[in-house]
C-alpha cells in the first residue's frame, strides 16, 4: 500500500515517516485491498496564548468508499496514534458488521458503493478538552468566555440525501458516528440511524404533517 504524506505548517521528518510505516502495518492487516493511504499532518498555532496543536488526517484509498479519521493533540506523534486507532476502529465495524436478512422482511442489504463522501466538517475535541471534561474543569477553548456554558449548540446544514436505512447505517459506520440523517428512500421520512448495545441498530422517522395553522387556512 502507498504511503502519502503532506505537511502543512510543519516539517515531515525521518522519524515520523518512519513511525507512520510502522502504524500504517496495522491499517494494512485490516485493510488488505487499500491502495493508498494519504496522511495530512497540519500545524495549528493561536495568537491568543493557546497552545499550539497538529491535527493529523488519514484517507484510505481504495476499492470502495474513502474511509476517513482524525485527531487533533499538542505533540503529531500522539495525534498519528489517536487516528490511527480511529481509522483501525472503524474498518473492525465495517469487517465485522454482519446483516441478518432474516430479520430484514424487505430483503434489504448492504451494498457499499464508491465515491468521496461530502458534507462532512467534523472536528475531534483535543485530549486537552477530554481530560479537562472529565475531570469537571473547564476546557481550555473556553477559559476565555466570559460566561462558559457545558452546552454548545452548533448548527450544520447539510443537502438532504435519500437513502435506505441500511445505506445509513453502512454511512454512519464509515464516518465513525453514532448516528446518521437521511431521508428514507422508502418512505420519503426524514430519519436518522442510531447505533445502539454491541451491533444492534435503531430507526427514528418523522412522519412530516401539515401544522394546525396551515390547516385551518386550508
Not at 493561536?46 to 497552545?51: A, L
Not at 490511527?84 to 465495517?94: I, S, T
Not at 475531534?124 to 452546552?151: D, L, M, W
Amino acid at each position: 500500500m502507498e504511503t502519502s504524506i503532506v505537511g502543512v505548517g510543519v516539517s515531515v521528518t525521518d522519524r515520523f515517516r518512519s513511525v507512520v510505516e510502522e502504524k500504517v502495518v496495522r491499517i494494512e492487516q485490516l485493510a488488505s485491498r487499500a491502495q493508498r493511504i494519504d496522511i495530512k499532518v497540519t500545524h495549528r498555532a493561536y495568537r491568543n496564548g493557546r497552545v499550539p496543536d497538529d491535527i493529523v488526517e488519514l484517507t484510505l484509498v481504495g476499492k470502495g468508499p474513502l474511509v476517513r479519521a482524525e485527531a487533533t493533540d499538542g505533540d503529531k506523534f500522539a495525534a498519528l496514534d489517536f487516528a490511527v486507532d480511529k481509522m483501525c476502529e472503524q474498518l473492525r465495524r465495517l469487517k465485522g458488521k454482519r446483516v441478518d436478512a432474516r430479520n430484514h422482511p424487505r430483503g434489504a442489504h448492504f451494498e457499499k458503493g464508491s465515491g468521496e463522501l461530502e458534507g462532512i466538517d467534523v472536528e475531534p475535541a483535543s485530549i486537552e478538552t477530554i481530560r479537562a471534561v472529565e475531570n469537571g474543569e473547564t476546557p481550555p477553548s473556553q477559559k476565555e468566555e466570559e460566561e462558559y456554558t457545558p452546552v454548545v449548540i452548533r448548527v450544520k446544514s447539510f443537502d438532504a440525501e435519500w437513502m435506505t436505512a441500511e445505506e445509513a447505517v453502512d454511512r454512519m459506520e464509515l464516518v465513525g458516528h453514532d448516528f446518521f440523517l437521511f431521508v428514507d428512500a422508502r418512505t420519503d421520512h426524514p430519519s436518522v440511524v442510531y447505533r445502539r448495545k454491541g451491533w444492534d441498530y435503531g430507526v427514528i422517522s418523522l412522519e412530516t404533517q401539515a401544522p394546525p395553522e396551515a390547516a385551518l387556512a386550508s
